[in-house]
């Protein structure tokens, strides 16, 4: 049986790939036609034979989208909890205070990982980086949920834990570290060779400051052999910044380089705390000078940045110079477009000049940009011989409205709302905003559940047994009643 051919016919838009420019670009009443899962024809009416049409009227074909950093595992369940702090000496960041005590428990990962799919999916994402600890049933979540999967399994020999709110200080098991090494690797050889053909992988050590020198190397050379890249959390933390420097006298990104994993196999999240960042001004070393000759690139994850008052120095600047950038949503909301409408404000922002953040660096961060880092030149573009990973947005959506600059209408204005459907390898995995593969309403159920029981036992696992309503206090006090009083005339 051959593959069957699908038509969507007379798109008001699509955006496609200008190859010779490459760059994308606006095709008016277009066609595109993809075979099975491969893109066969974009542009003016397709004249051959189609085993189906799907009338294109009213609607903008856009390539899918690339999130190169996310943990479905457990953000989900941190809504409500990490947007706002009870206790600042280590506020600048989560990690260190709240990730160990909120963190959902490993068997309530599949309801997490399905919901932020199901967000996921409708805001138009079609790959995804999922950085995750090794579980039963994670690649089966992933097939199921239609998208195309990056697996990359969290692996570390230190862990964080903190005696007064204040000091940093690092468990290390070498032994434990070694294990989850071994799982990790099995993980991505079981995503490698999986039969969906749409699960991959890279070698993720989880972050510069608990993993060990060799640790890195070995990860590095298992990446290699594979052909796959590797991924790590580096310059993500004021704290982590300091604690390198303290450790070894090097900025991390000069330590990455002195053992020798900054290079074109490195993917840095979030990169963010070079030695010119605007909150580090260490004057000892030229860390984005070293990034732009090294080749590693950057996952830009703004939000949960941007929540503790922190940013980037800038997506404009760092693309500008030749350092390839993805966009990842890494916390909740999993929604791909809200996170590039604020990755465009915070780099204008953070650099006080409109053009360090412009739609164009983003939007090719979001597609072309974090397809080149996962090494897919088939993906985030639409162009004969990709893969058919798009979505269709409802041009006539009342917040498209005027649908003038229908990317920009998108970014700054509709977002996930008027995307209608998504489809990865041609087939449709949301349709009318509806996700067609996961039980989101049971799913959910499990997540609220799943969180419920964690933060019944904050106060066993918090340095100094507080609750959460204390680590994390609600905006409003709850009170049985008000106090009686005359209504005011
Ligand atoms: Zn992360």
Redesign the pocket.
Known sequence: MSAKITRIANLDIVVGWDEADRRHVYLEGADLVFTGNEITHVGPAFAGKSDGVIDGKGLMALPGFINL?S?PFSEPANKGLTEEFGSDKLGQSSLYEYLPVFGLDPEDAGPSTRVAMSELLKSGVTTIAD?SITRDGWLDDLARSGIRAVVAPMMRQGYWFTRNGHTVEYNWDDKAGEKAFGAAMKTVDAALAHPSGRLSAMVCPSQIDTCKEGFFREALQEARTRRIPMQT?ACQAIVEFHEMVRRHGKTPVEWLDAIGVLGPDLII?HGIFLSDHPQIRWPHADDFARLRSSGAAVAH?PTVFARRGMALNTIGRYRDAGIPVGIGT?TFPHNMVDEMRLACYVARVMAGNYKMGTTRHVFEAATVGGAAILRRPDLGKLQPGCKADFSLVDLSHPYMQPAHEPVRSLIYSASERAIRDVYIDGTPVVKDGKVLTLDVESDTAGLIEGQRKRLATVNKRDWAGRTADQLAPPVYATRERLPQSRPVT
Do not use: K, R
Request: hydrophobic residues 15%; aromatic residues 0%; charged residues 15%.
């Open positions: 950093h943990h950085l959390h999240g994850c890494d």
